[in-house]
């Protein structure tokens, strides 16, 4: 395990028994659950491997961490997670980098402009589309045709899958 992450870990667990041992009335944050503390963790150690294998260095050390590290884990969660996972993993990087700026191993944090991934969009994704058919040199008809039978998909999709669910939650397993 990376010094760093021993650290983090440590200093999670810190917390935790530091804010149950709170009693002032303006304290808000709550202890972290064994889970919460195991799933920083598990995410730190992916980014910290990920940064180990992208910079070569076996054992990483704060000077690593950047924001333009950050920036690149970010690219590739986008071009390699889904969505909540990477949203997660980037909540889980903005409080290691935090944590980094608290214990004065870093003169500030590099995560702090770290924002997650935005939610794709019908809208978007239909764009999106378009965009690669339009590069493809497709006949404007084609594209139209192509673009009216994905969103008549996705919107059957959207709709079967909600009345699924619906039915699945109201029905009696026992």
Request: proline share 5%.
């Amino acid at each position: 395990m990376q010094p760093l992450l021993k650290q983090f870990k440590s200093f999670l667990k810190g917390s935790q028994s530091s804010a149950s041992k709170s009693t002032s009335p303006s304290s808000t944050s709550k202890p972290l659950t064994h889970s919460s503390i195991k799933n920083y963790v598990s995410d730190i150690k992916h980014f910290l491997t990920w940064l180990s294998q992208s910079t070569g260095q076996k054992t990483i050390k704060p000077i690593h961490i950047n924001s333009k590290a950050c920036k690149a884990y970010k690219d590739f969660l986008h071009q390699n997670t889904p969505p909540a996972t990477a949203n997660r993993r980037l909540s889980s990087l903005r409080r290691f980098t935090a944590f980094l700026t608290i214990t004065q191993l870093a003169p500030n944090d590099p995560g702090q402009d770290l924002t997650n991934l935005s939610a794709t969009t019908l809208d978007s994704l239909l764009t999106e589309f378009q965009t690669f058919l339009i590069s493809q040199e497709l006949a404007p008809s084609t594209i139209k045709n192509y673009l009216s039978d994905v969103k008549n998909y996705l919107l059957w999709t959207r709709k079967n899958i909600e009345t699924t669910d619906s039915n699945l939650s109201s029905r009696s397993y026992t």
